[in-house]
């Protein structure tokens, strides 16, 4: 997989994620402790994508 195309799925990804559990939280009625864990997962899908992109060969 080259460097482009796994940028795009990393970000696709990473805010479906975000969407998805923001929207979980929601439901479960615990929104405000679930927009902090979800901002935190997104922060660390990201930060994982990020660094595997940076070892990346070219």
Known sequence: MNKST????ASIG???L???LCV???HTGIA?????I?????T???SAAGWK???LGE
């Not at 796994?6 to 799925?9: D, G, P, T, W, Y």
């Open 6 to 9: 796994f940028e795009i799925m």
């Open 14 to 16: 990473s805010v479906l």
């Open 18 to 20: 975000f969407t998805l």
């Open 24 to 26: 979980v939280f929601e």
């Open 32 to 36: 405000a402790l679930g927009s902090v």
């Open 38 to 42: 979800s901002l935190l997962a997104f």
């Open 44 to 46: 660390l899908v990201i």
């Open 53 to 55: 992109l940076a070892n």
